[in-house]
């Protein structure tokens, strides 16, 4: 839980400023600005017959308007022919027939001409929203360290989500509402003004500027009761979340009932925050009715007093009042349609901010792909002089030289800290060097592809993170293609194998979240089978072993003292007994080499950091904490 809250409720107003949501923003970007990028995001959608297809619906979409004018003309007509009653009455009826035919006839086609519309566009809108999401995320992924260092999952997760979302909407609502209904207000204005009388087009431009100008002033006042609605919102299903998450440590302290009590208080602060919500949207939509039926009653008062004058007929006024309601019908979204607007500018334009930034770590122009080497020996790693240093640090890497031979083993170790986990990062260029440069097989890491080179590199990593999957997805991760021999072939290497066999699904098994199913050493075993199977020129081994058994560790050990032959291998390790037979040992201390040499030598050396280390692991002195 997010804990106790004193002094009973708390206003709503004081967690709507605590808890307020990315979606309680209200300052956009500029309209043309947002509009601008709006359209880019189409054209490079891909949709199908893009062209005719945006023709195509805007014309359909302004057809239906101006059919919806048209119509209630055609039953005025049908209502005068009625009204004039001259003739025999078989002609009356069936001129008044007719024309209501026509009515008919012309409101269908009215009503179906933006169907037909959406179901043309729609597949623009689709392949928009596709694309944007798919460009967001893939663009999110290629982004450097540094971001997803700093990144909330959740958050961006959601940004993305609402942005491709919020295309979709403004394209449908912009395009295909309120844009038209505003080609709809000058026809029906023109056709009022040129059929009966000006003051006719006047009253329907007033009456329509007012409704607009009424609604936006208080959709904006409710825009607060919103803000504090969904912080309310929020604050609730944060508690229960929390609550939920933390079951064990609830249950553990007998906590049941100060939980259920602080989600009741939550639930209470969004009920009276909703119900406010709720009685100004009953404000807006009453405010709405009366400016609609002022209007309309004013045009059929108008009406009426020229249909006494003889210079309409009643169907006339008929048309007037018809033309009205289907210009006001609309509107009748226009508060919803306004916050919605404003709030999908916001979301796609924060969508946008991700793909508008440049990841620190880029392929170069002229990157070329790194060559494998032609035997199997591994590929050598050398670092030139490199420097770095984190924001977030006092110390970074400073001055940091040394070339791994290739086929050899290069142990780091050193206190937490000391740049060890720095290193690795440069070397799989996860990082560049702010100094010097980092060379793969002679190849300046910046010069290379970064594709090429993390295919020459693999990675076990103290905390192995898995997929969703099963456990063969997992494994082959590395190398998809691979044969399902070669799969197990690897698992038999990491001394996974018999575990696999003895599941009930064996290598479908599905790991879960983060591979939160398996045990720490399980897991390290298949992140290291998957490491094996994507058969690499440079092996790096950050705490590999560190979650495995004694007995386990020593199997792996083995394993891996075998998996090295024929590749270069970094090594970072805890204990020291692990790497003594390492080619070499590079010893770090706030960022710099302080020692380097074989396990003997270093052992040898009195006074010096390793020796030291080493004699607190063998000597019953408490182990250091040395992993990074």
């Given at each position: 839980?997010?804990?106790?809250?004193?002094?009973?409720?708390?206003?709503?107003?004081?967690?709507?400023?605590?808890?307020?949501?990315?979606?309680?923003?209200?300052?956009?970007?500029?309209?043309?600005?947002?509009?601008?990028?709006?359209?880019?995001?189409?054209?490079?959608?891909?949709?199908?017959?893009?062209k005719?297809?945006?023709?195509?619906?805007?014309?359909?979409?302004?057809?239906?308007?101006g059919?919806?004018?048209?119509?209630?003309?055609?039953?005025?007509?049908?209502?005068?022919?009625?009204?004039?009653?001259?003739?025999?009455?078989?002609?009356?009826?069936?001129?008044?027939?007719?024309?209501?035919?026509?009515?008919?006839?012309?409101?269908?086609?009215?009503?179906?001409?933006?169907?037909?519309?959406?179901?043309?566009?729609?597949?623009?809108?689709?392949?928009?929203?596709?694309?944007?999401?798919?460009?967001?995320?893939?663009?999110?992924?290629?982004?450097?360290?540094?971001?997803?260092?700093?990144?909330?999952?959740?958050?961006?997760?959601r940004?993305?989500?609402?942005?491709?979302?919020?295309?979709?909407?403004l394209?449908?609502?912009?395009?295909?509402?309120?844009?038209?209904?505003?080609?709809?207000l000058?026809?029906?204005?023109g056709?009022?003004?040129?059929?009966?009388?000006?003051?006719?087009?006047?009253?329907?431009?007033?009456?329509?500027?007012?409704?607009?100008?009424?609604?936006?002033?208080?959709?904006?006042?409710?825009?607060?009761?919103?803000?504090?609605?969904?912080?309310?919102?929020?604050?609730?299903?944060?508690?229960?979340?929390?609550?939920?998450?933390?079951?064990?440590?609830?249950?553990s302290?007998?906590?049941?009932?100060?939980?259920?009590?602080?989600?009741?208080?939550?639930?209470?602060?969004?009920?009276?925050?909703?119900?406010?919500?709720?009685?100004?949207?009953?404000?807006?939509n009453?405010?709405?009715?009366?400016?609609?039926?002022?209007?309309l009653?004013?045009?059929?008062?108008?009406?009426?007093?020229?249909?006494?004058?003889?210079?309409?007929?009643?169907?006339?006024?008929?048309?007037?009042?018809?033309?009205?309601?289907?210009?006001?019908?609309?509107?009748?979204?226009?508060?919803?349609?306004?916050?919605?607007i404003?709030?999908?500018?916001?979301?796609?334009?924060?969508?946008?901010?991700?793909?508008?930034?440049?990841?620190?770590?880029?392929?170069?122009?002229?990157?070329?792909?790194?060559?494998?080497?032609?035997?199997?020996?591994?590929?050598?790693?050398?670092?030139?002089?490199?420097?770095?240093?984190?924001?977030?640090?006092?110390?970074?890497?400073?001055?940091?030289?040394?070339?791994?031979?290739?086929?050899?083993?290069?142990a780091?170790?050193?206190?937490?800290?000391?740049?060890?986990?720095?290193?690795?990062k440069l070397?799989?260029?996860?990082?560049?060097?702010?100094?010097?440069?980092?060379l793969?097989?002679?190849?300046?890491?910046?010069?290379?592809?970064?594709?090429?080179?993390r295919?020459?590199?693999?990675?076990?990593?103290?905390?192995?993170?898995?997929?969703?999957?099963?456990?063969?997805?997992?494994?082959?991760?590395?190398?998809?293609?691979?044969?399902?021999?070669?799969?197990?072939?690897?698992?038999?290497?990491?001394?996974?194998?018999?575990?696999?066999?003895?599941?009930?699904?064996?290598?479908?098994?599905?790991?879960?979240?983060?591979?939160?199913?398996?045990?720490?050493?399980?897991?390290?075993?298949?992140?290291?089978?998957?490491?094996?199977?994507?058969?690499?020129?440079?092996?790096?081994?950050?705490?590999?072993?560190?979650?495995?058994?004694?007995?386990?560790?020593?199997?792996?050990?083995?394993?891996?003292?075998?998996?090295?032959?024929?590749?270069?291998?970094?090594?970072v390790?805890?204990?020291?007994?692990?790497?003594?037979?390492?080619?070499?040992?590079?010893?770090?201390?706030?960022?710099?080499?302080?020692?380097?040499?074989?396990?003997?030598?270093?052992?040898?050396?009195?006074?010096?950091?390793?020796?030291?280390?080493?004699?607190?692991?063998?000597?019953?002195?408490?182990?250091?904490?040395?992993?990074?």
């Open positions: 839980m997010r804990g106790e809250r004193s002094g009973g409720r708390r206003d709503p107003m004081v967690k709507a400023q605590q808890a307020g949501s990315p979606q309680d923003k209200t300052d956009g970007p500029p309209t043309l600005t947002a509009l601008a990028d709006l359209a880019r995001l189409v054209a490079r959608s891909g949709a199908p017959h893009l005719l297809r945006l023709i195509s619906a805007i014309l359909l979409t302004l057809a239906g308007k059919l919806g004018v048209m119509a209630p003309l055609v039953l005025g007509a049908a209502v005068n022919r009625l009204a004039a009653g001259q003739g025999a009455a078989t002609a009356v009826g069936l001129g008044f027939a007719a024309f209501a035919i026509g009515w008919t006839v012309v409101r269908f086609l009215s009503a179906a001409s933006p169907l037909i519309s959406d179901v043309v566009f729609a597949p623009v809108r689709a392949a928009a929203q596709r694309a944007t999401a798919a460009e967001a995320f893939a663009h999110a992924l290629s982004l450097s360290l540094d971001f997803h260092q700093t990144k909330r999952s959740g958050a961006l997760s940004t993305m989500d609402r942005g491709s979302r919020a295309v979709d909407f394209l449908r609502i912009l395009a295909f509402n309120l844009v038209p209904t505003g080609v709809e000058v026809l029906a204005a056709v009022l003004g040129a059929k009966y009388d000006w003051r006719f087009a006047a009253v329907a431009v007033v009456v329509v500027v007012i409704y607009t100008a009424a609604t936006f002033a208080m959709s904006n006042w409710r825009l607060e009761h919103r803000r504090i609605m969904n912080a309310a919102d929020s604050e609730a299903a944060g508690v229960s979340v929390d609550a939920l998450l933390n079951y064990e440590t609830v249950k302290f007998g906590a049941e009932t100060r939980a259920a009590q602080t989600y009741d208080r939550a639930l209470g602060d969004y009920a009276e925050a909703s119900l406010k919500a709720n009685s100004s949207l009953n404000m807006l009453g405010m709405q009715a009366l400016v609609m039926n002022l209007g009653g004013v045009m059929a008062v108008m009406a009426g007093f020229e249909a006494a004058a003889g210079r309409m007929g009643p169907g006339d006024v008929t048309a007037a009042v018809l033309i009205m309601i289907s210009l006001y019908a609309p509107l009748n979204i226009l508060g919803f349609a306004y916050r919605e404003r709030q999908s500018f916001i979301d796609m334009e924060e969508m946008l901010k991700v793909t508008r930034q440049t990841p620190q770590v880029a392929d170069a122009p002229n990157a070329v792909a790194l060559p494998r080497p032609v035997d199997a020996r591994g590929a050598s790693v050398a670092f030139e002089a490199v420097g770095f240093r984190h924001d977030a640090r006092a110390n970074g890497l400073e001055d940091v030289s040394f070339y791994a031979a290739p086929g050899t083993t290069t780091l170790v050193g206190p937490s800290g000391a740049g060890k986990s720095t290193i690795v070397a799989l260029r996860l990082l560049d060097p702010q100094e010097g440069r980092v793969i097989d002679g190849h300046d890491a910046r010069d290379v592809t970064q594709a090429s080179l295919s020459a590199v693999a990675l076990v990593p103290q905390d192995v993170a898995l997929f969703n999957d099963t456990l063969a997805a997992n494994i082959a991760f590395a190398r998809p293609e691979a044969y399902e021999a070669q799969v197990w072939a690897a698992a038999e290497a990491a001394e996974l194998a018999d575990f696999i066999r003895g599941l009930p699904d064996g290598m479908q098994t599905k790991v879960g979240e983060r591979g939160l199913k398996l045990s720490g050493g399980e897991r390290q075993r298949v992140g290291i089978a998957r490491a094996l199977l994507a058969d690499p020129c440079i092996l790096i081994l950050d705490e590999a072993t560190s979650a495995l058994d004694s007995r386990t560790e020593a199997a792996i050990q083995k394993t891996l003292r075998k998996a090295r032959n024929g590749r270069t291998t970094l090594v390790a805890h204990r020291l007994s692990t790497v003594a037979d390492a080619d070499q040992i590079l010893v770090l201390k706030a960022g710099r080499i302080v020692e380097r040499g074989g396990h003997h030598e270093l052992v040898a050396r009195q006074g010096g950091e390793y020796a030291a280390l080493w004699r607190k692991q063998t000597r019953g002195g408490k182990t250091p904490q040395m992993a990074d």
